[in-house]
């Protein structure tokens, strides 16, 4: 085995200093979300910050550098080597992934809206079906309105060139997130007649005279629009009968006192009511070295320029449809430099592996955007957030007891940011692998968000294909319940990846 760098006497404490420092780190700071990076890992649901075997090491953790190639004085395997990281002189990979998160039922609310027909409220509300109308649009627009109703999409990809115990790459991630900003109920398109006129001439088919979806906190503030008793139980039956979300009563009740105060006809051309759409990615080239501390410890460290771009802009609901909101990220960015500093500790034992790794300890910081934009008839000027990577900790924990097969459970120590506003993520991943005659790997795993409760466990598969020279790995991972986007049922998480290497 190679040298190690420093004297028996430093060696025994720099382990506990390391995971010392790393978790002084992992304080109250926020860091940006967790990304999946190559089809291995997220086959193992993210868990490979104790068992990487590859270029990826990189991102989940560069003290695997470290023993990248080591063996004993004989030549032979060192005994503690449990996934035989010392048969690994050098490796190319590249690689790519791309997923996504619907929060809650925004993208069903929002294509819910452009489907209403608002030509035919214009006309007023006359028939039961413009009534029906008109309580699914007060429906949506109140769940539109939730800033826990957005979606959130990222992506990344790279490569990387690993020889002995260096290493360096590029690689380009990115997230952004479409949310609704700035109701506008005032500018509905409809007709300047009191509501509860309205409504007197219409009786819902089945009314059952019922009032089980607003409260009487609600009913109250319904009446002192100048709603009637027999009002309030048509609304609250077509509510029913729609089957919008009862969460969504306060804020539907609060909308239709507002329509019910409006006089005057209202434009729909002229109505403000805004998805913002802002994210963040950054480029990143990292050198990679790892040092064998002894043959059971290795640090290692990447040095990276970071080269990031915050986006922001502003749509109108109206002008666009869900797909559209992303698209838009790349006409409004402000760029600027930067460099991050990640330092990775791994641990082995026999058949015991532990990993522990910081990212961007270094907080870089990258510049937002000052943007101009018309949104119906104003000129606005808004200037989105600087975005700093905060540092962000993880650690692993692996059971491998043979060099083909590992289980791994992996928890994110940090809280972790994302670009939808008040949303953060700290996973745990549990996942598994077997490596079956090195020729066909399956993998699969289970990750949850700690910091969140919307999206419960998401589960994961990848599958392995050994070439000889080279290397095919794909994976995906998916949330069981599903949700309306665009016209189609999704689930409210999915990811895929797939990588070609070279491993030797």
Same mark, same amino acid.
């Given at each position: 085995?190679? /040298?190690?760098? !420093?004297?028996?006497?430093? /060696? ?39 068992? $990487? ?11 695997? !550098?470290?023993?990248? &190639? ?28 791309? &997923?996504?998160?619907? +929060? ?27 009534? /029906? ?14 800033? &826990? ?10 490569? &990387? @060139?690993?020889?002995? +115990? ?26 300047? $007649? ?35 008793? #027999? ?12 089957? @919008? ?42 050198? #990679? ?112 007891? +043979? ?36 020729? @066909?790997?399956?993998?699969?795993? #289970? ?31 998916? +949330? ?14 999915? /990811? ?9």
């Amino acid at each position: 085995m190679q /040298r190690p760098l !420093f004297s028996p006497g430093l /060696r025994r404490p720099l382990p506990a200093l390391f995971c010392l420092l790393l978790l002084f780190a992992a304080g109250p700071a926020l860091a940006l979300d967790t990304f999946f990076v190559g089809p291995r890992a997220l086959g193992m649901a993210g868990a490979n910050v104790a068992s $990487v075997n590859d270029v990826t090491a990189q991102y989940y953790n560069p003290a695997a !550098f470290g023993f990248f &190639g080591c063996r004993n004085a004989e030549g032979e395997k060192i005994s503690c080597d449990n996934n035989n990281l010392g048969r690994k002189d050098w490796g190319f990979a590249v690689d790519a992934q791309a &997923g996504y998160r619907l +929060h809650n039922q925004f993208g069903e609310y929002l294509d819910d809206l452009i489907n209403i027909d608002y030509q035919a409220l214009s006309a007023g509300v006359g028939t039961e079906a413009e009534l /029906r109308n008109l309580v699914k649009l007060v429906g949506n627009l109140a769940g539109v309105d939730d800033p &826990g109703n957005a979606l959130t999409a990222d992506a990344n990809g790279g490569f &990387g @060139l690993r020889i002995g +115990h260096f290493g360096i790459g590029g690689r380009a991630f990115i997230q952004g997130t479409g949310l609704v900003e700035n109701l506008d109920t005032a500018n509905l398109g409809l007709a300047g $007649v009191p509501l509860s006129a309205q409504i007197a001439a219409i009786t819902p088919t089945g009314l059952d005279g019922q009032v089980l979806f607003f409260s009487p906190s609600q009913q109250a503030l319904l009446t002192g629009a100048g709603l009637s008793a #027999t009002d309030i139980q048509k609304l609250d039956f077509l509510a029913r009968d729609s089957q @919008l979300d009862p969460q969504l009563a306060q804020g539907m009740a609060e909308l239709l006192t507002d329509i019910s105060n409006q006089t005057g006809i209202t434009s729909l051309a002229q109505n403000e009511t805004t998805v913002i759409a802002q994210g963040f990615g950054h480029l990143e080239i990292p050198l #990679t070295y790892g040092i064998p501390l002894t043959d059971h410890w290795a640090i290692g460290a990447n040095l990276k320029f970071m080269r990031g771009r915050v986006y922001g802009t502003q749509l109108l609901v109206y002008d666009n449809d869900s797909t559209d909101i992303l698209k838009e990220l790349d006409e409004n960015y402000e760029e600027s430099d930067n460099f991050g500093i990640d330092l990775g500790l791994m641990g082995r034992f026999k058949n015991f592996n532990v990993g522990l790794v910081g990212r961007n300890l270094n907080s870089p910081k990258f510049d937002g955007p000052t943007v101009t934009s018309t949104v119906g008839p104003v000129i606005r000027t808004r200037k989105f957030d600087d975005v700093t990577l905060e540092p962000q900790v993880t650690a692993g924990v692996a059971l491998i007891p +043979h060099e083909t097969f590992v289980i791994e459970a992996d928890i994110d120590l940090t809280k972790n940011e994302t670009t939808l506003p008040g949303y953060d993520t700290q996973n745990l991943s549990f996942g598994l692998e077997w490596d079956a005659f090195r020729v @066909l790997a399956l993998r699969a795993g #289970t990750y949850r968000n700690l910091a969140e409760d919307d999206i419960k466990w998401v589960y994961t598969a990848g599958l392995g294909v050994n070439l000889w020279a080279a290397r095919i790995d794909v994976a995906a991972a998916y +949330h069981d319940e599903e949700e309306k986007f665009d016209d189609e049922n999704m689930p409210k998480e999915a /990811r895929v990846s797939a990588q070609i290497s070279v491993d030797f």
